[in-house]
């Protein structure tokens, strides 16, 4: 049986991709994003070995303990409001990388903008930068 | 050896996201983007020197092999850090990761083999004699006013 401890869980949902089983259930609305692990009779430790945030443990089958469940509220893009991610799964990303990548180069805090929006600037600054080329005009 | 575009030669076909689906089974790395009237460019994986993904993937599916960053699909979990450590939002997951690979296995990217405006290329040095070809000929007309 699993045993989460729901400080540490990211809501990545890497155990539920990788349970031969289907033993941990994902539940997706627009904002919101839960997990439920059901208690399971199987002697398999893929979900342990391969949660990021080390959340999971192996005990011994109990059915009087409840199944756990964890839910994360999804955070909105700073710029189109789409709910992209979960809030410890970002956190993770802004402990993992090196400071100075965090901004780029107008300050923007891209790790709370969602993928769609940093194409978009991607997009928006190249053509600034061959329109700037075109006409040659000093920035 | 990365993809180089030249934006100025994108004519905003998309024929490079056609042929990146076929290659890739369905699912396209490459995506045109219009900006206004005034320019359509493919936004695609840059293979970062130090690429944020592979510092995000925890089981290592995400890794550098010279200058490509790779990815072994047997060892991705979905999990879905790459895509939210990519600050040019071009890694996507759908169960698992997929990104640019560079075709591998193929003489040369098909985004690049398909383009009919040889906006996109392999060849830096290329790339990089256009540039400067460009800059010395606006320099050359005094530059446009």
């Known amino acids: 049986m699993i045993k989460v401890d729901a400080s540490l869980c990211l809501g990545c949902l890497s155990c539920s991709n990788v349970c031969p089983s289907q033993n941990i259930v994902r539940t997706e609305t627009a904002g919101k994003r839960s997990v439920h692990w059901k208690r399971c009779k199987e002697e398999c430790d893929l979900c342990v070995e391969f949660c990021p945030a080390k959340a999971l443990t192996l005990v011994p089958f109990d059915e009087t303990v409840p199944e756990p469940d964890v839910s994360f509220d999804l955070v909105a893009c700073k710029i189109c409001g789409s709910r992209y991610a979960t809030e410890p799964m970002l956190r993770r990303i802004e402990s993992a990388l090196p400071a100075n990548v965090q901004k780029d180069s107008e300050g923007l805090e891209w790790i709370r903008v969602c993928p769609v929006c940093r194409r978009n600037i991607e997009a928006e600054r190249a053509t600034k930068q061959m329109v700037l080329g075109r006409s040659r005009k000093s920035p | ?145």
Not at chain 2, 57 to 67: D, I, P, R, S, V
Not at chain 2, 99 to 117: F, H, N, S
């Open chain 2, 1 to 145: 050896m990365p993809v180089y575009i030249d934006i100025s030669r994108c004519i905003g076909c998309r024929s490079c996201e056609v042929a990146c689906q076929r290659v890739h089974g369905g699912s396209g790395h490459i995506n045109v983007h219009f900006v206004g009237d005034s320019a359509s460019i493919p936004i695609f994986c840059h293979h970062c020197e130090e690429a944020n993904c592979t510092i995000a993937c925890f089981t290592g599916a995400l890794h550098k092999e010279g200058e490509r960053t790779a990815f072994d699909v047997e060892k991705c979990t979905g999990c879905g850090l790459c895509k939210l450590a990519c600050p040019f939002g071009v890694v996507w997951t759908n169960k698992i990761a997929h990104k640019c690979d560079l075709c591998e296995g193929r003489d040369a990217p098909t985004c690049v083999t398909t383009c009919p405006a040889n906006a996109l290329t392999t060849d830096f040095e290329l790339a990089s004699r256009r540039a400067r070809s460009r800059a010395a000929r606006a320099a050359a007309q005094g530059g446009r006013k």
